[in-house]
């Protein structure tokens, strides 16, 4: 039982300890990066070799990011009971055992079971070291999340040319065998280290003009009753469509550009435009999670939603203006996951200044569901790619949902949280109030 349960303080750890708890777990977060992000260089040769419809095909990461995402809550309910330490363990487990199933399947079935293990697992690992990153550090919500969401964005970076090259020598099976086992030890030792803060352990939640934050814990029920909550949700959902269209068809776009394999280079490198594309999108996808997330600590999270969702709308129209030149696709790619990946930073922080820390991983966990409902959408992509020959109408859907997030960032969002934020500072006013003594 910890000290919180029992109604006890502990007193204040360091800021050391603070950050290395951040560490671990950014170190879980890297090693199931690749469950996601590297998915787009299997898609090729699974079609290669069983012929299958790329759209069903994709159908396995659909479920995947379903099973990653929708299942978060549940898992968020064990951590903010338990502790974060389990959790992390069983999603580990899940994650090799679902790239070994992948590695099997010689079946469409085979590999959507795979890829639901997979993302069962993966979304144990990733709601927990977001939510654990969030009670550490109320002081700097923003760029905690963001460090943490990093290492999910950026950690494929350095495996890009390595599960490449494994898929190239050995085949696309023992990629997702020998990835998939490397990856879950990892986890699994990783996970030992990690446990949640006390009561008195981290500093107050911070209040100032830009940063708006209740003092207020509202419990799930309570989050899923609150329409600010669903206006949430449907901008997760608008900006995080975009993103996951691209990151699953990054290889097929490519691909059907006729650029895929043309050399490029950049900065005194060269590499193939996908190879290039691909390593530089995982860097910025990481960087951007972080550098988003303390800005938003400065300026607020709206403001900087306005900024960045309205600079990927504006990404991916560029994309389907000048996205069939070979260096070209690669600079915009990377500008539009440099200006996605703050979402895995923002909301979770803009989430938890609303309702509060003591239930942050599993409302934080609600929130990170609409990346699931996001993901429903990307084989609808592909198959009005394959309806129309082209990829422009996707994009043109996919910018135009960027612009309008941005836009209810600052007109809508921004206005309606502070209300919320102020009544509830009322209400816990009100009821910490000392009751006068009935008149006799």
């Known amino acids: 039982m910890t000290v919180s349960e029992t109604g006890g303080q502990a007193p204040r750890v360091s800021d050391a300890y603070r950050w290395t708890q951040l560490a671990v777990g950014v170190l879980c977060m890297v090693m199931i990066a690749n469950l996601q992000y590297g998915w787009t260089f299997f898609v090729t040769d699974i079609q290669k070799t069983f012929g299958w419809d790329r759209a069903a095909i994709q159908w396995a990461f659909t479920l995947f990011v379903l099973f990653e995402t929708w299942l978060v809550p549940v898992e968020g309910w064990f951590v903010d009971k338990y502790g974060p330490r389990s959790v992390v363990m069983f999603g580990g487990v899940l994650c090799g055992v679902g790239w070994v199933i992948n590695g099997y399947a010689t079946s469409l079935t085979g590999f959507y079971i795979g890829q639901v293990v997979a993302g069962i697992g993966a979304g144990a690992v990733y709601g927990t070291c977001v939510g654990n990153a969030l009670k550490w550090f109320p002081d700097k919500r923003g760029l905690a999340a963001g460090i943490t969401a990093a290492g999910f964005g950026a950690g494929s970076a350095l495996t890009v040319a390595p599960i490449q090259a494994m898929i190239a020598n050995s085949g ?120 988003f997330g303390w800005i938003s600590d400065r300026i607020g999270r709206e403001n900087t939603m306005f900024i960045a969702f309205g600079f990927e709308g504006v990404g991916i129209y560029l994309l389907y203006l000048y996205g069939h030149d070979p260096v070209m696709f690669v600079i915009l790619t990377g500008l539009v996951f440099f200006a996605w990946g703050e979402i895995y930073s923002l909301f979770p922080s803009t989430c938890t200044d609303t309702f509060g820390s003591k239930f942050a991983t599993t409302n934080a966990g609600l929130l990170y569901t609409a990346k699931g409902t996001a993901a429903l959408l990307v084989p609808f992509a592909n198959i009005l790619q394959q309806s129309s020959g082209s990829w422009d109408g996707v994009f043109l859907v996919a910018a135009a949902a960027n612009i309008l997030a941005s836009l209810l960032a600052i007109l809508v969002l921004k206005p309606w949280r502070r209300s919320v934020v102020a009544n509830a500072q009322i209400e816990t006013q009100d009821a910490a109030a000392p009751r006068s003594a009935p008149a006799v």
């Open 172 to 291: 696309f099976q023992a990629a997702f065998i020998n990835f998939g086992i490397g990856q879950a030890v990892i986890i699994m030792i990783a996970a030992i280290f990690l446990v949640g803060p006390m009561t008195g352990q981290v500093p107050v939640p911070v209040v100032s003009h830009n940063i708006v934050q209740s003092r207020r814990n509202y419990s799930p029920g309570e989050v899923l009753k609150h329409p600010i909550f669903w206006l949430m949700y449907l901008m997760f959902v608008a900006v995080g469509a975009g993103g996951l269209m691209v990151t699953a068809n990054l290889k097929p776009i490519a691909a059907d550009f006729h650029i895929d394999k043309i050399d490029v280079t950049l900065a005194g490198l060269t590499m193939t435009t996908v190879t290039f594309a691909a390593t530089i999108d995982r860097i910025l996808n990481g960087l951007t999670r972080p550098f």
